[in-house]
């Protein structure tokens, strides 16, 4: 895969304060790559750095070989950006907004007209365009944001947060219209929200306290959720796989096993029947996916739980 | 691009009330003043008129005019930047493929279009006596060119202001705080021993009180460039500054 996006040891720090440390990633064409963190990790930094919005104090970016510090008019014309608040004018017109988005980022003027009439289409402004941006509901907003980000057909486009405060619904067409506009540019999404990596990303970095600590592609296999089990002393996996109800189950320590369960046993048949069977329950918690459990295991929760 | 900038500006602050808030407010003080000195004038024989009519009206009317200019400037700048700090919509300036330099030029003269109507209010009220008055019409014309040129001071510290800070009331507050520093620092002289007048020649009154009796020196003109160049630099020097801090 060719590599659109080179970061080579990029770090930002605001006085004596690290927000960001020692980044290296890539990313390729069409990929969408989802930088997951708590809040405070450094991930709205890393997106100001990769915009062109923030100078970074160590390292470098590269789109497309041309290095965004050094050359910053040329790299920025691949970029489309949505920050965690979409950036635009309440006097504005819809039309008139994505008018000025597009002439910001140089579009020639024969195709300003297809080109907002294309970029409203697939956000689903078509018969918004004489409104006034103020009265926009939320939802809206967020796609104004995403249409001004992609007006000039980027072909790195960051977004920031991009379901915040959405309900379910938008959410969900949000994420299908980003999987959409992966197959035109690469993606790099940011968000504290794991069901919407998961949801939308081919990979995932996780941020924490400034630095990368995970970096992997997403399987596409269904996670499969399980249940980890804490038994009484003495007790062996034979006596639990004796139970009904249970497809599979491995021992993962003393008295501790990771047990499947069939779809039509529930966690509270299967409490009852361990203790039916004179087994004593210790503990009963799900199973997570691998990527949830990959961040909770790096960001240090694990051990709190 | 800079026009781009430019009609945005300009396109926004004409559908907001403040521009004609501040319009409709400086004509009402401005038509009551020019009342005042006709009033005044034609009270007058002609043995106690001392300076001509056009004299009177450039250096009341138009002199209180650069007054006005001066508290509406900061108010019509705050926008500018400030305001776009605070919600976050300067990140798609900076994020756009756009020079610094241009996006301070765009929004200075998207200021100056907006400021120009308030500078030419004092010319409508005086040509409303062109028929009825001999009017010295270089004067007027020199008048308006200075009170131009001080409103075009005001909107580069007004803008500067603005780079300062996201909290609109601080950037108005800091750029009156500079333009009344600029228009006082000449009584600084009163109290030193000195007789070099540089106080005095840092105060913007000072040098449109000629272009208002109707000279036009050239020393006055770089004052001028010279200012509005300077606070400009600053500006572009302080949004580069927010890119590398």
Same mark, same amino acid.
């Given at each position: 895969?060719?590599?659109?996006?080179?970061?080579? $040891?990029?770090?930002?720090?605001? &006085?004596?304060?690290?927000?960001?440390?020692?980044? $290296?990633?890539?990313?390729?064409?069409?990929?969408?790559?989802?930088?997951?963190?708590? $809040?405070?990790?450094?991930?709205?930094?890393?997106?100001?750095?990769?915009?062109?919005?923030?100078?970074?104090?160590?390292?470098?970016?590269?789109?497309?070989?041309?290095?965004?510090?050094?050359?910053?008019? =040329?790299? =920025?014309?691949?970029?489309? !950006?949505?920050?965690?608040?979409?950036?635009?004018?309440?006097?504005?017109?819809?039309?008139?907004?994505? =008018?000025?988005?597009?002439?910001?980022?140089?579009?020639?003027?024969?195709?300003?007209?297809?080109?907002?009439?294309?970029?409203?289409?697939?956000? &689903?402004?078509?018969?918004?365009?004489?409104?006034?941006?103020?009265?926009?509901?939320?939802?809206?907003?967020?796609?104004?944001?995403?249409?001004?980000?992609?007006?000039?057909?980027?072909?790195?486009?960051?977004?920031?947060?991009?379901?915040?405060?959405?309900?379910?619904?938008?959410?969900?067409?949000?994420? =299908?219209?980003?999987?959409?506009?992966?197959?035109?540019?690469?993606?790099?999404?940011?968000?504290?929200?794991?069901?919407?990596?998961?949801?939308?990303?081919?990979?995932?970095?996780?941020?924490?306290?400034?630095?990368?600590?995970? $970096?992997?592609?997403?399987?596409?296999?269904?996670?499969? !959720? &399980?249940?980890?089990?804490?038994?009484?002393? &003495?007790?062996?996996?034979?006596?639990?796989?004796?139970?009904?109800?249970?497809?599979? @189950?491995?021992?993962?320590?003393?008295?501790?096993?990771?047990?499947?369960?069939?779809?039509?046993?529930?966690?509270?048949?299967?409490?009852?029947?361990?203790?039916? @069977?004179?087994?004593?329950?210790?503990?009963?918690?799900?199973?997570?996916?691998?990527?949830?459990? @990959?961040?909770?295991?790096?960001?240090?929760?694990?051990?709190?739980? | 691009?800079?026009?781009?900038?430019?009609?945005?500006?300009?396109?926004?602050?004409?559908?907001?009330?403040?521009?004609?808030?501040? +319009?409709?407010?400086?004509?009402?003080?401005?038509?009551?003043?020019?009342?005042?000195?006709?009033?005044?004038?034609?009270?007058?024989?002609?043995?106690?008129?001392?300076?001509?009519?056009?004299?009177?009206?450039?250096?009341?009317?138009?002199?209180?005019?650069?007054?006005?200019?001066?508290?509406?400037?900061?108010?019509?700048?705050?926008?500018?930047?400030?305001?776009?700090?605070?919600?976050?919509?300067?990140?798609?300036?900076?994020?756009?493929?756009?020079?610094?330099?241009?996006?301070?030029?765009?929004?200075?003269?998207?200021?100056?279009? %907006?400021?120009?109507?308030?500078? +030419?209010?004092?010319?409508?009220?005086?040509?409303?006596?062109?028929?009825?008055?001999?009017?010295?019409?270089?004067?007027?014309?020199?008048?308006?060119?200075?009170?131009? %040129?001080?409103?075009?001071?005001?909107?580069?510290?007004?803008?500067?202001?603005?780079?300062?800070?996201?909290?609109?009331?601080?950037?108005?507050?800091?750029?009156?705080?500079?333009?009344?520093?600029?228009?006082?620092?000449?009584?600084?002289?009163?109290?030193?021993?000195?007789?070099?007048?540089?106080?005095?020649?840092?105060?913007?009154?000072?040098?449109?009180?000629?272009?208002?009796?109707?000279?036009?020196?050239?020393?006055?003109?770089?004052?001028?460039?010279?200012?509005?160049?300077?606070?400009?630099?600053?500006?572009?020097?302080?949004?580069?500054?927010?890119?590398?801090?």
């Amino acid at each position: 895969m060719e590599t659109l996006l080179r970061i080579t $040891n990029l770090g930002r720090s605001f &006085g004596s304060y690290s927000a960001l440390s020692e980044v $290296n990633l890539s990313l390729g064409r069409g990929e969408v790559l989802g930088l997951l963190g708590p $809040n405070g990790a450094g991930k709205t930094t890393c997106l100001r750095l990769l915009s062109g919005v923030l100078a970074p104090t160590t390292g470098r970016i590269e789109l497309h070989g041309i290095d965004l510090a050094k050359y910053p008019l =040329k790299a =920025k014309r691949q970029l489309g !950006y949505l920050p965690e608040q979409p950036p635009l004018y309440p006097e504005l017109r819809v039309d008139e907004y994505l =008018k000025f988005c597009a002439q910001l980022h140089r579009l020639p003027r024969r195709q300003l007209i297809t080109a907002i009439a294309e970029v409203k289409q697939r956000c &689903g402004l078509e018969d918004s365009g004489q409104r006034l941006i103020g009265t926009l509901s939320k939802g809206f907003r967020q796609r104004l944001g995403i249409a001004q980000a992609i007006i000039h057909r980027p072909q790195l486009l960051i977004l920031d947060e991009p379901t915040e405060g959405l309900d379910p619904l938008q959410m969900r067409m949000l994420r =299908k219209l980003i999987r959409e506009l992966a197959r035109e540019c690469s993606i790099i999404l940011a968000s504290h929200l794991l069901p919407e990596v998961q949801a939308v990303c081919d990979r995932v970095a996780i941020l924490y306290q400034g630095r990368i600590c995970f $970096n992997d592609y997403l399987t596409t296999d269904q996670p499969i !959720y &399980g249940w980890r089990v804490r038994l009484g002393d &003495g007790s062996t996996l034979m006596q639990l796989t004796a139970l009904s109800g249970i497809t599979g @189950a491995v021992a993962i320590g003393e008295d501790r096993y990771r047990v499947l369960l069939d779809d039509h046993v529930d966690s509270a048949q299967f409490a009852q029947r361990v203790i039916r @069977a004179g087994l004593q329950l210790r503990e009963l918690v799900p199973e997570r996916t691998d990527l949830e459990r @990959a961040f909770f295991d790096l960001i240090g929760v694990e051990s709190e739980r | 691009m800079i026009d781009i900038l430019i009609r945005r500006e300009v396109r926004s602050a004409f559908v907001t009330s403040l521009p004609w808030i501040l +319009l409709t407010g400086g004509q009402i003080i401005l038509a009551w003043i020019f009342l005042q000195v006709i009033e005044r004038f034609s009270g007058l024989e002609a043995a106690e008129r001392t300076v001509t009519l056009t004299q009177e009206l450039t250096l009341n009317v138009f002199g209180f005019a650069a007054i006005l200019i001066m508290f509406a400037a900061p108010l019509l700048a705050m926008r500018l930047l400030s305001s776009e700090f605070q919600d976050g919509r300067f990140d798609l300036i900076s994020a756009a493929p756009v020079r610094m330099i241009t996006v301070v030029l765009g929004k200075f003269i998207g200021l100056l279009i %907006l400021i120009t109507p308030l500078c +030419l209010l004092p010319l409508v009220n005086v040509l409303l006596l062109a028929y009825s008055a001999e009017l010295d019409y270089g004067q007027l014309a020199a008048a308006t060119l200075g009170l131009w %040129l001080a409103a075009a001071l005001f909107a580069a510290v007004g803008l500067y202001a603005s780079s300062l800070t996201a909290q609109p009331g601080t950037a108005v507050f800091i750029a009156l705080s500079i333009l009344l520093l600029l228009s006082i620092i000449g009584r600084a002289e009163q109290f030193t021993a000195t007789t070099l007048s540089l106080f005095e020649w840092l105060t913007w009154n000072e040098h449109l009180f000629w272009f208002l009796i109707g000279t036009i020196r050239f020393s006055d003109l770089a004052y001028f460039g010279f200012f509005i160049l300077f606070f400009l630099l600053l500006t572009q020097r302080r949004l580069t500054n927010r890119y590398l801090q």
